[in-house]
């Protein structure tokens, strides 16, 4: 066991992504998982908070920890199996997403869920039930987990199989390895209808698995995780279309999702099936520019798709995109159209670009992330669209929207330049919140709730629904140590 408590040994534990900042007494990196429940379990004796780290690339500051010790999986970081027959992967938490693509890759297999940055922990992308681009086919990382082995904040483990164990309406029985039987009331929740990463994922019946997937950090700590893995496509069509006007893009996502939605509804084969569906504003593009010399100068907004594909089918579904895009106003000789995977792979890196840059902005300015996580129903997306528009074209606030509209999901970054505008995005972005509850959707839709959104978690859900949340982390943690101030405020 490796334990650090030198200040200066310590800040790469006290700030993730988002630039939110916090400070502990020391850092214990345990190698096994004999040592992990020890370190719980004298934690949980003497009352002591714990935060679970895992890469530090959220974007919620819930890795942070606001006192007490950090535990950092950082050593438990072995891929243990790849079953290609049976098509899953066994991992401890502290893989990175990135080697785990790589290693898949070498065997012809592929891992879904893929958020924007790969350099983060598998462990806590089940921790926020993380999604991204591929979330509008796939789904995000809840669809992929078969089994997890946990341990409890008071040093008991508990292993679940999907399928093995399920709550009785809205009773739920847990039994740990030592044979101690936890029994939960779960609270009836309105989830909402769209991507979702806001709170504990609660309904009658559900598997228990689930209660666990985007728990944060604040029900246990996973020590072993078995993942469904698929083949890898034939091929994979990636383009970016570029548009006169903000508007066409948003239109040209809403047509290619109706007919993406219908194709697999009648299980059609070689027609339209998107398996992304990114949008860029004209705001982002401008920001892009530099590093991105050839998006075409009066192109005022993006769209990034693809579609997985069998080379047989290749050219007639190219034809098929390029057929659909030309109603949309788009100049088609100034599509990026990738023929390789080289060409993909610059695309790629296009797409994932004006997060990085939008973190860097942040972190040079010294500000925390103003960024929406944001989702609404699809039938809902094009009036929240302009509600945006309009809410930002009164602020005079620099901002870049884009966002994987595939799923309605919207990142509006507000780009303070000081501490007043800094102020006035918190407003808008409360605003944000408000407006896309008020319209069933959800404040997190991929990043979690952290610390920094527990506000907006109250919006959403209300305090008496909290409070039932809250009341399932005291069945798991009586002694309430594991992750304080993530999803429910710490005071």
């Given at each position: 066991?490796i334990?650090?408590?030198k200040?200066d040994?310590?800040?790469n534990?006290?700030?993730d992504?988002?630039?939110?900042k916090?400070?502990?007494?020391?850092?214990y990196?345990p190698q096994?998982k004999?040592e992990?429940?020890?370190?719980?379990?004298?934690?949980?004796e003497q009352?002591?908070?714990v935060?679970?780290?895992?890469?530090?690339t959220?974007?919620?500051?819930?890795?942070?920890?606001?006192?007490g010790?950090?535990i950092?999986t950082?050593?438990?970081?072995?891929?243990?199996?790849?079953?290609i027959e049976e098509?899953?992967?066994?991992?401890?938490?502290?893989v990175?997403?990135?080697?785990?693509?790589d290693?898949l890759k070498?065997f012809?297999f592929?891992y879904?869920?893929?958020p924007?940055?790969k350099?983060?922990?598998i462990?806590g992308t089940v921790?926020t039930n993380a999604s991204?681009a591929?979330?509008?086919?796939?789904?995000a990382?809840?669809?992929f987990v078969?089994?997890?082995?946990?341990?409890?904040a008071?040093?008991?483990e508990?292993?679940?199989?999907?399928?093995e164990v399920?709550?009785?309406g809205?009773?739920?029985?847990?039994r740990t390895?030592?044979?101690?039987e936890?029994f939960?009331e779960?609270?009836e929740i309105?989830?909402?209808?769209?991507k979702?990463?806001s709170?504990y994922?609660?309904?009658?019946?559900?598997?228990?698995?689930d209660?666990?997937i985007?728990?944060?950090?604040?029900?246990g700590?996973f020590t072993?995780i078995?993942l469904?893995?698929?083949?890898?496509?034939e091929?994979?069509i990636?383009m970016?279309a570029f548009f006169?006007?903000e508007?066409d893009?948003?239109?040209?996502?809403?047509?290619?999702?109706?007919i993406?939605y219908r194709?697999?509804q009648?299980?059609l084969?070689?027609e339209?099936?998107?398996?992304a569906?990114?949008?860029?504003?004209n705001?982002s593009?401008?920001f892009l520019s530099?590093?991105?010399?050839n998006i075409?100068?009066k192109?005022?907004?993006a769209?990034?798709?693809?579609?997985?594909?069998?080379l047989?089918?290749?050219?007639k579904l190219?034809e098929k995109w390029f057929?659909?895009i030309?109603?949309?106003?788009?100049d088609?000789e100034?599509?990026?159209?990738a023929?390789?995977e080289?060409?993909?792979k610059?695309?790629?890196?296009f797409?994932?670009?004006?997060?990085?840059k939008v973190n860097?902005?942040?972190?040079?300015?010294n500000?925390?992330?103003l960024?929406t996580d944001v989702?609404?129903p699809?039938?809902?997306m094009k009036?929240f669209?302009h509600f945006l528009i309009?809410l930002?074209?009164k602020?005079?606030?620099d901002?870049?929207l884009?966002?994987?509209?595939g799923?309605s999901h919207?990142?509006?970054?507000?780009?303070?330049?000081n501490?007043?505008e800094?102020?006035?995005g918190?407003e808008?972005?409360r605003?944000?919140c408000?407006?896309a509850?008020?319209?069933?959707?959800?404040?997190?839709?991929e990043h979690g709730?952290?610390?920094?959104?527990?506000?907006y978690l109250?919006?959403?859900?209300?305090?008496?629904t909290?409070n039932?949340?809250?009341a399932?982390?005291?069945?798991?943690d009586?002694n309430?140590?594991?992750?304080?101030g993530?999803?429910?405020?710490?005071s």
């Open positions: 066991m334990i650090k408590t200040q040994e310590l800040q534990y006290l700030t992504a988002s630039n939110y916090g400070s502990c007494e020391a850092v990196i096994n004999e992990l429940i020890k370190i719980l379990k004298e934690a949980n009352r002591t908070k935060t679970i780290a895992g890469a530090g959220g974007l919620t500051g819930a890795r942070v920890p606001e006192e010790i950090v950092s950082e050593k438990l970081n072995r891929i243990l199996e790849i079953n098509k899953f992967a066994i991992v401890e938490p502290a990175y997403l990135s080697h785990f693509l290693e070498s012809g592929f879904p869920p893929d924007t940055e350099n983060c922990f462990g921790a991204g591929k979330t509008f086919k796939y789904g990382t809840r669809n078969q089994e997890l082995e946990i341990v409890l008071d040093g008991n508990i292993y679940l199989k999907r399928g399920s709550a009785k809205n009773k739920l029985n847990l390895k030592s044979g101690k936890i939960i779960l609270p309105n989830l909402p209808v769209t979702n990463a709170g994922f609660v309904k009658p019946n559900m598997d228990a698995i209660l666990f985007g728990s944060e950090g604040t029900l700590v072993k078995k469904k893995i698929l083949p890898s496509p091929r994979i990636s970016v006169n006007k508007i893009a948003i239109s040209f996502v809403n047509k290619a999702r109706e993406s194709t697999r009648d299980n084969s070689d339209i099936d998107a398996l569906l990114e949008f860029f504003d705001n593009l401008k530099f590093d991105f010399p075409p100068p192109a005022n907004a769209v990034w798709f693809e579609q997985e594909v069998k047989s089918a290749e050219d190219i057929s659909l030309s109603d949309y106003n788009v088609e100034k599509i990026w159209f023929t390789n080289s060409e993909r610059q695309i790629e890196e797409r994932h670009a004006i997060s990085w860097e902005y942040i972190s040079r300015n500000f925390r992330k960024g989702a609404v699809d039938n809902e009036n669209y309009d930002m074209s602020s005079n606030l901002f870049v884009y966002g994987h509209l799923n919207f990142h509006l970054n507000i780009l303070p330049k501490e007043n800094f102020q006035s918190k808008l972005y605003k944000i408000l407006k509850i008020e319209l069933k959707g959800t404040v997190s839709a709730i952290g610390k920094i959104k527990t506000q109250i919006d959403m859900f209300g305090e008496e909290i039932k949340m809250k399932i982390k005291q069945k798991l009586p309430y140590i594991l992750g304080v993530n999803i429910f405020k710490s």
